[in-house]
């Protein structure tokens, strides 16, 4: 399947305060993780490279959550509690924002595949390529 042209996606938190944009393809493939934290948050991965995330507004209302390597930063509205991104360890050069977080009006599709992260040493290589581009 040959990647589509990309567009511009916006998306953030609940109460509208933390507001970011992301170039992807209008066709998305997440990715749906088992591990404890995204498990209990339904955490639907779309993970980009840096330079195709930017935060728009809310910087100064993040609140910064980080457990086992500190390696993740896990990145909370203080006004409504909602993590709609994060720098994931799987891939540090790169953000993660919750699909479930972005404005439908851009998306045709998203196409989820479930990621094993309760064996996260064992599959996190195969996440690798997402951040790169």
Request: aromatic share 8%; charged share 20%.
């Amino acid at each position: 399947m040959e990647e589509d042209a990309l567009v511009t996606h916006t998306g953030g938190c609940h109460c509208g305060a933390v507001r970011w944009c992301i170039d992807a393809p209008a066709h998305l493939q997440s990715h749906t993780c088992n591990c404890s934290i995204c498990a209990i948050q339904h955490y639907q991965h779309l993970i980009v490279p840096k330079h195709r995330f930017t935060l728009q507004e809310g910087a100064h209302l993040l609140s910064t959550y980080t457990f086992g390597s500190g390696e993740a930063k896990h990145y909370f509205c203080s006004i409504c509690g909602v993590k709609s991104f994060y720098i994931p360890r799987s891939n540090p050069d790169g953000v993660s924002v919750h699909a479930r977080c972005i404005k439908p009006d851009s998306v045709e599709s998203i196409t989820d595949e479930a990621f094993d992260g309760r064996h996260w040493e064992d599959n996190a290589h195969t996440l690798a390529h997402l951040s790169k581009a």
